[in-house]
């Protein structure tokens, strides 16, 4: 643990920086920037994982093999998202939220 | 001295992160984000898990801002400003986000947790076992399980960007050739 630093003052950091990453979700207008704020929210909850693995149960790991498989997975996530927004880029030019209608039906 | 660097990366990673998400030019975006995954490596070094924060920089400094940062230039033109929401809808945004942050805080403050004061630290070779044994508690089957879906998601990803043009191409090689 941080010498001086309390498990309250990291839990309110994550915290802030889930909602910053809530706020970009649904202001943003741009799949790539949606897709950005996504590995925010992932990244505050990884650090929450770690962190009260830390604080609260030093002796043990799962905290830490959780945040592996989280990380494996948003990586997984990220190279099939990006594959598809290059897809459609081509199908339609644009990858603005509001041109993408292909996919409704 | 920790407490310093501490409040200096949350600093970072605060700033950087609303940068990140406010920013109208998509590249620098990017590099925001960038600056607030090293900030969240830095928190990683601070708690002892050295392994852990090499992931975080090669897998994600490294693998998808690096990936991220290609579609991006694929896809567009660097000078292009991005479009930003109205500010009736960011206001209102705000207010629930800031809604929310303030239901978590109560919550997280109303909560006793049972800290444990300890300095240990964690080798690899720890985080290696852990991860491939057998006994009670192990890893091993969700170990074996992320390797299919990394395998599922690289097949994917290449099927999907290939597109149809692709395959058009080589069918009208093939037509010609024949």
New interface residues.
């Given amino acids: 643990m941080i010498p001086g630093i309390s498990i309250y003052e990291i839990l309110t950091v994550t915290s802030i920086l889930f909602f910053i990453g809530v706020y970009g979700f649904i202001t943003r207008k741009n799949l790539i920037s949606i897709l950005m704020s996504v590995e925010l929210i992932l990244n505050a909850s990884v650090i929450n994982f770690v962190i009260i693995n830390k604080y609260l149960y030093p002796d043990m790991l799962q905290g830490v093999l959780f945040s592996l498989f989280i990380i494996a997975v948003a990586a997984a996530e990220t190279a099939l998202a990006v594959s598809i927004i290059i897809n459609l880029y081509r199908q339609i030019s644009s990858v603005e939220v509001k041109d993408i209608e292909t996919m409704k039906h | 001295m920790?407490?310093v660097i501490?409040y200096i990366l949350?600093l970072i990673?605060?700033v950087f992160?609303?940068a990140?998400?406010?920013s109208r030019k998509?590249l620098r975006?990017?590099i925001y984000?960038l600056f607030?995954?090293c900030g969240?490596a830095g928190?990683?070094f601070?708690?002892?898990?050295n392994?852990?924060a090499a992931?975080?920089l090669t897998?994600?400094a490294g693998?998808?801002i690096v990936?991220?940062i290609?579609?991006?230039l694929?896809?567009?033109h660097i000078e292009m400003e991005?479009?930003?929401?109205k500010p009736s809808?960011?206001i209102i945004?705000?207010i629930?986000?800031?809604l929310?942050?303030g239901v978590?805080?109560t919550t997280?403050?109303a909560h006793e947790?049972?800290?444990?004061?300890?300095?240990?630290t964690?080798t690899t070779a720890?985080?290696g076992t852990?991860?491939l044994s057998y006994d009670a508690?192990g890893?091993i089957l969700?170990f074996e399980v992320?390797s299919v879906?990394?395998l599922a998601?690289?097949v994917?990803?290449?099927i999907?960007?290939k597109?149809r043009?692709l395959e058009e191409r080589s069918q009208k090689s093939e037509d010609s050739s024949i």
């Fill in positions: 920790e407490r501490f949350a990673m605060i992160a609303i990140s998400v406010t998509m975006s990017v984000l607030v995954l969240i928190v990683y601070l708690i002892d898990y392994f852990l992931i975080q897998v994600y693998g998808i990936l991220i290609f579609s991006v694929l896809v567009h991005l479009e930003i929401a809808k960011q945004t705000t629930a986000c800031l929310g942050l978590f805080l997280i403050y947790f049972n800290v444990v004061e300890n300095s240990l964690t720890e985080i852990k991860l508690g890893f969700p992320i879906l990394l998601a690289m994917g990803a290449i999907i960007a597109g043009k």
